[in-house]
Structure formats: structure tokens, C-alpha cells
T-cell receptor, first 118, second 112 residues
Framework: GAVVSQHPSWVICKSGTSVKIECRSLDFQATTMFWYRQFPKQSLMLMATSNEGSKATYEQGVEKDKFLINHASLTLSTLTVTSAHPEDSSFYIC??????????????FGPGTRLTVL | QKEVEQNSGPLSVPEGAIASLNCTYSDRVSQSFFWYRQYSGKSPELIMSIYSNGDKEDGRFTAQLNKASQYVSLLIRDSQPSDSATYLCAVRKGGGADGLTFGKGTHLIIQP
């Protein structure tokens, strides 16, 4: 159980275009999902917290107008990188908190999406 | 001061020996502590979580937490070559609705 998927697993796009990344909890409901970014040889950095049915909470320094997050259902959150530039190239990883196990605070990570902006 | 600090390594350990990984954190209000393993190009996978002072054992892994010293460690007994990976220490300040703060990770190499 507690499987999180991401789509696509990798994407290459041209500078200036927008890219949408999906994060799905396959066998559980997730009121809260998290989006992280990892640059080469760096650690994961929390970008934003996504709550079902409400606006996302962004970490300091993350542009909310550039990284649009939508959490329309208990099993799906999307991250759209708008007007992508080469410096946005990174490994984007989502995680989800299992609602049924609300007493614990384990986050289950998706497999990640590698974005390359040319 | 970085919030979560780890020695980046590489830490080289002979097969069968004990690997010891360390982590310190700066925020005293942190409540939850995690160790993740990450293989190159992959997302992190949870190894251990620990919430109270002391030791917690799970198979070959033992997590140790000392909140007074703001220190978390992970011991891997009977190290195997498949344990070679980057080990990430992560800290959560509050409850389950909060995101994690990760250290940069320690690159562990188990030598056959």
C-alpha cells in the first residue's frame, strides 16, 4: 500500500513553455501533498504544501505564479511550471500523507519527474 | 547555520561492518525525524522514523535520537553492498501536515 505515482517520469521542453507534472496517490487518499525540488548533488528542498480544495502554501523564495499547484481531489495534485527556463531544470518529487493514517506523519514519495529545459 | 547538517562523505565501510551516519539539526522545536535512502536518479525511500529520545531498531537498522544534543544517527549493521546509497536525514517541525527539511545526505559506499 501507500503508492504514489508521478507523470511524466521525465520531460524535455523548450524555454518559455509550460510543463504540467501530476502526482497521484494510487491506493489511499491524501488531503496533503508536498512538492520538492532537487538540483544535482543537492538535497531535496520543499517548494510547497498542497491541500485538497484550498490554495497551496509556498516556501519562502518559491514563486507561486511560476509554480502553479492544484490539488483538486484527494488523489491528485498537479504542479505546472510556467514559462520554464533552463534554471528550472531539476528533479521534481512529490510526496503524500495518508489520510487514513492521520495519527502518523509518514510521507510517501513519488518516483520523481526529471525536467530538462532547453 | 544550516537547518539539518550531515557529513557529505563519501563514507566507506567494509562489507559486514557497522555503518554509522550522523545528523544534527538546528531547530529545537523539531518533533519528528526520518532517515531516507536515495539511490542515484531515484526518489527517497523511508528507512526509519523516530520521535522520542533513545534508540529504535528495525532489522539491521537502528536510529538514535538525542533531542538535548539535537542529534540523530543511523546505524546499519552487517552492511551489504546494496546499502551503498545516499542517506538523507529529514526533520519535521510540527505535525503531519508539515513538510520535511532535508540534509544534503551522506554518500555511503560498502566495499565488498
Amino acid at each position: 500500500g501507500a503508492v504514489v505515482s508521478q507523470h511524466p517520469s521525465w520531460v524535455i521542453c523548450k524555454s518559455g513553455t509550460s510543463v504540467k507534472i501530476e502526482c497521484r496517490s494510487l491506493d489511499f487518499q491524501a488531503t496533503t501533498m508536498f512538492w520538492y525540488r532537487q538540483f544535482p548533488k543537492q538535497s531535496l528542498m520543499l517548494m510547497a504544501t498542497s491541500n485538497e480544495g484550498s490554495k497551496a502554501t509556498y516556501e519562502q523564495g518559491v514563486e507561486k505564479d511560476k509554480f502553479l499547484i492544484n490539488h483538486a481531489s484527494l488523489t491528485l495534485s498537479t504542479l505546472t511550471v510556467t514559462s520554464a527556463h533552463p534554471e528550472d531544470s531539476s528533479f521534481y518529487i512529490c510526496s503524500a500523507r495518508d489520510l487514513a493514517r492521520g495519527g502518523t506523519d509518514t510521507q510517501y514519495f513519488g518516483p520523481g519527474t526529471r525536467l530538462t529545459v532547453l | 547555520q544550516k537547518e539539518v547538517e550531515q557529513n557529505s562523505g563519501p563514507l566507506s565501510v567494509p562489507e559486514g561492518a557497522i555503518a554509522s551516519l550522523n545528523c544534527t539539526y538546528s531547530d529545537r522545536v523539531s518533533q519528528s525525524f526520518f532517515w531516507y535512502r536515495q539511490y542515484s536518479g531515484k526518489s527517497p525511500e523511508l528507512i526509519m522514523s523516530i520521535y522520542s529520545n533513545g534508540d529504535k531498531e528495525d532489522g539491521r537498522f537502528t536510529a538514535q535520537l538525542n533531542k538535548a544534543s539535537q542529534y540523530v544517527s543511523l546505524l546499519i549493521r552487517d552492511s551489504q553492498p546494496s546499502d551503498s546509497a545516499t542517506y538523507l536525514c529529514a526533520v519535521r517541525k510540527g505535525g503531519g501536515a508539515d513538510g520535511l527539511t532535508f540534509g544534503k545526505g551522506t554518500h555511503l559506499i560498502i566495499q565488498p
